[in-house]
């Protein structure tokens, strides 16, 4: 389980997230096997992909319900690929209030 530990578990999702294909369109999702990256790049449209994919779209916090460093992830397309949402550029990600421009 040590996998699991913080720092171990950040390089990790890490790789994930940089192996991932990207996307530009919820429905691309399908056209992979493996994972796959779709960024947004406001509030308004993780909401609408959020909407698409079937999952929350809640924020908290300002960040997405379920998000680990703004990136929230989830499998899809019949359960064969896994999905990251992600902040376009690091200044969404980490931002002190974690708000995104409207």
């Known amino acids: 389980l040590g996998y699991l530990m913080h720092s171990n578990y950040q390089v ?14 919820p429905s691309q999702v399908n056209d992979f096997n493996g994972d796959v990256k779709l ?4 509030k308004q449209e993780f909401e609408m992909y959020a909407k698409a994919f079937g ?20 499998r899809a397309g ?11 550029g690091p200044h969404m990600a980490l931002s002190p209030t974690g708000e995104l421009p409207e």
Not at 55 to 74: C, H, I, L, S, T
Request: proline residues 4%.
């Open 78 to 88: 019949n359960q064969k690929n896994r999905v990251f949402l992600f902040p376009a």
């Open 12 to 25: 990790l999702f890490h790789q994930w997230l940089d192996a991932a294909s990207e996307i530009t369109n």
């Open 39 to 42: 960024a947004y790049h406001t």
């Open 55 to 74: 999952v929350f779209k809640e924020w908290k916090d300002g960040v997405p319900r379920g998000a680990y460093e703004g990136v929230v992830n989830f």
